[in-house]
């Protein structure tokens, strides 16, 4: 059975229609955030070397983001009326992952996943977003739209 190792929840700066969670190793990384970022049509969620970019659906605003790391994988994820959802697989050099806009990167809040050079498999939930896209439109909403980030080793 699934044990939840740690979890944190923080608010998350979207700019430019989305957010990426990057290694903080960036040297190690080939395509640091947000190169290569794919905006037009671009899927909810993409996977680079060492970073996963996530789509919004509102320009610019302040999501709310929890962040879970598990010893194998979650079963899905029942407690909100989730919207969107996606799988992807990170390899995180450093073992810690940081919270990337355009803007740059979030200081102060990093994501433990473990132990460094290991491969992680994620899957991400959104709630919030037609409500997020409605609000958008006559200002910067703060906590409308939600995610959920769950993260265990991809060899469990």
């Not at 919207?83 to 450093?94: N, T, W």
């Not at 491969?119 to 959104?126: A, G, I, S, T």
Request: aromatic fraction near 8%; hydrophobic fraction near 40%; include cysteine.
């Amino acid at each position: 059975m699934p044990t939840l190792l740690r979890d944190q929840t923080i608010d998350v700066r979207v700019d430019f229609g989305g957010f990426g969670l990057q290694d903080t190793d960036c040297d190690a990384l080939p395509l640091p955030y947000p190169d290569e970022r794919a905006v037009d049509q671009a899927p909810f969620l993409s996977a680079f070397e060492g970073r996963v970019d996530i789509e919004s659906a509102a320009h610019t605003h302040t999501a709310t983001l929890t962040f879970e790391v598990w010893d194998s994988e979650p079963p899905e994820d029942r407690r909100a009326h989730w919207e969107v959802q996606g799988e992807a697989e990170i390899l995180s050099p450093s073992g810690e992952l940081e919270i990337r806009a355009i803007a740059g990167a979030q200081e102060d809040d990093y994501l433990q996943l473990g132990d460094p050079g290991a491969m992680w498999k994620l899957r991400v939930y959104c709630a919030g977003r037609e409500e997020v896209a409605r609000l958008a439109q006559q200002g910067v909403p703060e906590g409308v739209e939600r995610y959920l980030a769950q993260f265990w080793p991809a060899d469990a």
